[in-house]
């Protein structure tokens, strides 16, 4: 598994706790080992996935505040739920963990969005990280995505 892999894995945790509200982690330990079952499971990658969701879940009104002050027209509870995820899982990993490089978790949410959101998900996605992102301090050349 890659880190791409545990953030898929992640976000899907995230999102079944978003629209069914049961325990992210218990997702996670189902995953693990239904798959575990038919594939190796790299043990690190599901280790991270989890340091993700519990970032996630334990920042969440930080996170939500932040997504809100720069969603122009958009309330967070009204925000498309995959898009929702993928956003909060970027800023935790951005700015909370300060695990990856504002660059690449930006290109992997979009990355994402791409995956399992709509046609408008990576813009839209790109726009509310791209300002939260400028918001904290980052500098840098922010070009089209």
Known sequence: MT???S???ALNALFCWEVGKGNPEEYLDIWKSETEREFEVDLDSIDYARELVKTVVSNIEEIDEAIGQVSK???VSR???ADLCII???YAEAL???SVPH???LDEAIELAKIYGSHASPSFVNGV???IFIRSGWSEKVEDR
Request: without cysteine; hydrophobic residues 60%.
């Open 103 to 105: 660059e690449v978790v």
């Open 3 to 5: 880190r791409r892999d």
């Open 88 to 90: 909060r899982l970027a």
């Open 79 to 81: 925000m498309p739920k």
């Open 96 to 98: 909370i963990l300060k």
């Open 129 to 131: 990280l791209v300002a």
């Open 73 to 75: 027209g958009w309330a």
């Open 7 to 9: 953030r898929i894995l």
